[in-house]
């Protein structure tokens, strides 16, 4: 059993339906993978306290709970887009 359970966000499940299939699928099996070590297996961002995971040209964008030992999803996107949307 995975030690952090992953929480998806409702609009990051429909974020991901717009974005290929391929590149999709791959995030979904990274995201999963968090589970196990989410620190190791993910990438922090500069100036805030998440973490984001990489798939191509697309990311998601993820925040660690340590206290609840959670994995939250909070945006899925093309990289020219993701991060707009993050800092607005």
């Not at 190791?40 to 206290?67: H, M, Q, T, W």
Request: hydrophobic share 45%; proline share 3%.
């Amino acid at each position: 059993m995975s030690a952090f359970r992953v929480v998806w966000h409702k609009k990051t499940i429909k974020e991901l339906r717009t974005i290929p299939k391929k590149i999709a699928k791959q995030l979904i099996i990274k995201v999963s993978e968090l589970g196990d070590d989410p620190i190791k297996k993910s990438f922090p961002l500069a100036g805030c306290n998440f973490r984001k995971i990489r798939v191509g040209e697309y990311r998601a964008i993820i925040e660690v709970v340590f206290d609840k030992k959670l994995v939250k999803v909070l945006l899925v996107g093309h990289r020219r887009n993701i991060y707009k949307k993050l800092f607005r």
